[in-house]
């Protein structure tokens, strides 16, 4: 049984940072890229970052140059390193194997000012 578990989040003050990581078992992504998305409340769920399998990574305008996207292979994890938050980046956070339907719980994240 494939599971995603996200961790990582909290509350911080605008400015502050917050490193999430995705645990994934029952499966090796390892050959899959991989993506951190993020759905704020009325909104619809957006990719904010992914990672390929050579390690290749791509982010959304929204946070360009403060966030950062990794992953360790023999741990079947991925990270997402937040930096510079803003209120707007206020949102549940979720990792997902690109194309497919494994979803983990998320994990929030609240950025106050």
């Known amino acids: 049984q494939v599971q995603l578990v996200e961790s990582g989040g909290g509350l911080v003050q605008a400015g502050g940072s917050l490193r999430l990581s995705c645990v994934a078992s029952?499966?090796?992504?390892?050959?899959?890229?991989m993506g951190w998305y993020r759905q704020a409340p009325g909104k619809q769920r957006e990719l904010v970052a992914h990672?390929?399998?050579?390690?290749?990574?791509n982010y959304a305008d929204s946070v360009k140059g403060r966030f950062t996207i990794s992953r360790d292979n023999a741990k079947n994890t991925i990270y997402l390193q937040m930096n510079s938050l803003k209120t707007e980046d206020t949102a549940v956070y979720y990792c997902?194997?690109?194309?497919?339907?494994?979803w983990g719980q998320g994990t929030q994240v609240t950025v106050s000012s």
């Open positions: 997902n194997p690109l194309g497919t339907l494994y």
């Open positions: 029952g499966k090796n992504f390892r050959q899959n890229a």
């Open positions: 990672i390929t399998s050579g390690g290749s990574t």
